[in-house]
């Protein structure tokens, strides 16, 4: 096993996803329900996009140059970027159930430790 490749994978990972919108999400979800179902249920499904994100990238490595790849991947991080922006400037009618669900949450009492 190539250890350099897994600790920059690894640390690549973990500071993209510090503070992302899905570490927000799992915040909320273990505020709500029980830590250990969070934990398990948000790690599965972490596993399952990055195997995914494997597998295409596999296919990808044996369709396109790794410039092209490269550069696609630069210009849909870009788009994304923007869209995102365009949607916290712009926020739809469904932005307001989520912003009062966080404000149920943090006016909760602390139940306590988890048994």
Known sequence: MNWKIFASTFVLV???ELGDKTQL???LQSAVHGRRLVFWAASSALVGSV???VLLGGVLS????VRLIHALGGTLFIVIGIWMLYRVCHPG???A???DSVAEVAARPD???EP
């Not at 044996?62 to 140059?65: E, M, Q």
């Open 14 to 16: 973990f500071l993209a």
């Open 25 to 27: 999400a799992v915040m």
């Open 51 to 53: 195997v995914l994100g």
């Open 62 to 65: 044996r369709l396109l140059t």
């Open 93 to 95: 009618p469904d932005a």
């Open 97 to 99: 159930p989520v912003m």
């Open 111 to 113: 139940p306590g430790p």
